[in-house]
């Protein structure tokens, strides 16, 4: 990951928290140590610099990402497990000038709503996936999800570590999309410890999708203290460790180059 490439904030960004953020629903209900914060942060400071609040649809999932129901003040909906992505597409279709983002945990995103996933952008419909990959099933207690890696922390499904030999390799969606998404769409996968490159991944992404230039996705490897059972210190260098097998990029399909 290049940190030389990532610009200089905003004077926005030095603001403690974004102008889209619901200060009446604070503090938010998350765990501590947890990632989804982090992300949601940057979300809002994106939404705020590209000026899109009063345009902005905000569809989460079931899971830790439904949590953030009432984080921002944006239109928000909430819909069944792994479904959020065909409601995404749907409020889109209805509304082609709003920022639609769908949000999802790996569970919701890579298991149960798979086939929407892929057909979503097979379509290349033109909204913005986030998947915050946090390496399990969190809110119903650290079950093993597509995304658990081997020599993990351990889940409650595969409490002697996740092998091959009995569960199959673990799941690259940002690069399984890669091959079939169409001709300028948007991938990337970025992470919570580097949270101004997230924004600016995210202010990417909703200009991608202003311009009408089709599907725009966004992996961001995150922090689960809860359910991994680690510590501080630990929680940072198993992020840093699992991005061996989740490597940090950003790409636009067509183009040669890594954009992050
Ligand atoms: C149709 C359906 N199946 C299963 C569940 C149970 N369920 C609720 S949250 C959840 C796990 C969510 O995990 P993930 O999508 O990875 O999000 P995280 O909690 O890790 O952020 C499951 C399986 C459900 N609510 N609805
Ligand atoms: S269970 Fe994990 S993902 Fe869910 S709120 Fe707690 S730390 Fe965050």
């Given at each position: 990951m290049s940190t030389t490439k990532t610009k200089q904030p905003k004077t926005?960004?030095?603001?403690?928290?974004?102008?889209?953020?619901?200060?009446?629903?604070?503090?938010?209900?998350?765990?501590?140590?947890?990632g989804h914060p982090i992300v949601l942060n940057e979300l809002g400071f994106a939404i705020d610099n590209l000026k899109i609040q009063n345009s902005t649809a905000f569809l989460i999932d079931i899971?830790?990402?439904?949590?953030?129901?009432?984080?921002?003040d944006v239109d928000t909906s909430q819909t069944h497990h792994g479904r959020t992505i065909p409601v995404a597409t749907g409020f889109k279709r209805g509304k082609p000038d709003a920022s639609v983002i769908a949000y999802l945990g790996d569970g919701g995103g890579y298991a149960i709503g798979m086939q929407h996933l892929i057909h979503a952008t097979l379509r290349n419909d033109n909204i913005t996936v986030i998947i915050v990959n946090n390496?399990?099933?969190?809110?119903?207690?650290?079950q093993m999800a597509p995304t658990t890696l081997e020599k993990q922390p351990p889940t409650t499904t595969a409490p002697f570590d996740r092998t091959e030999e009995e569960y199959g390799q673990h799941l690259s969606a940002p690069e399984m999309l890669s091959t079939i998404a169409a001709e300028g769409a948007f991938i990337a996968r970025m992470s919570v410890d580097n949270p101004i490159q997230l924004r600016q991944t995210f202010e990417k992404a909703l200009t991608h999708q202003k311009e009408k230039k089709g599907f725009s996705f966004i992996e961001v490897l995150s922090y689960c203290p809860i359910n991994w059972k680690t510590n501080a210190k630990e929680t940072l260098s198993w992020l840093t460790k699992i991005k061996k097998d989740y490597p940090i990029f950003a790409k636009t399909i067509g183009k040669e180059t890594n954009e992050e």
């Open positions: 926005t960004d030095t603001a403690p928290f974004p102008k889209c953020y619901k200060t009446s629903s604070k503090p938010h209900n998350f765990c501590p140590g947890c899971g830790c990402s439904l949590l953030a129901w009432d984080y921002f390496l399990n099933y969190a809110m119903t207690g650290g």
